[in-house]
């Protein structure tokens, strides 16, 4: 079993920065091997969306909405992988979380609140 515990959300102005950041529990191994991870989005009424996703060998992909913007990272020493998000806008407004596909398996974080608002 994995726990992924997601991090680094608050209040932010608009044109203002955000690092998140997502620690699996286990090993080093174990997380090299969930592959991809991914960070999505969801407001309330409607379906949760990708934001973007890594794999362990660093190739990544950015929805359109946030690229130029967002940057997803991870660092498989550290178990954790990132999301710096820059020039917020107040659609980035979301609970953001974090997923990890193992396998057959998929785990998620519990969420952190990014609100964008001045």
């Known amino acids: 079993q994995v726990q992924l515990v997601e991090s680094g959300g608050g209040l932010v102005q608009p044109g203002g920065s955000l690092r998140l950041s997502c620690e699996a529990s286990g090993s080093v191994w174990t997380f090299i091997s969930i592959n991809p991870m991914s960070w999505y989005r969801q407001v309330p009424g409607k379906e949760r969306e990708l934001v973007a996703s890594i794999r362990s060998d660093g190739t990544s992909n950015h929805a359109v909405s946030v690229r130029g913007r967002f940057t997803i990272s991870r660092d498989n020493a550290k178990r954790t992988v990132y999301l710096q998000m820059n020039s917020l806008t107040p659609e980035d407004t979301a609970v953001y979380y974090c997923?990890?596909?193992?396998?057959?398996?998929?785990?998620w974080g519990q969420g952190t609140q990014v609100t964008v608002s001045s």
């Open positions: 997923r990890g596909q193992f396998g057959s398996k998929d785990y």
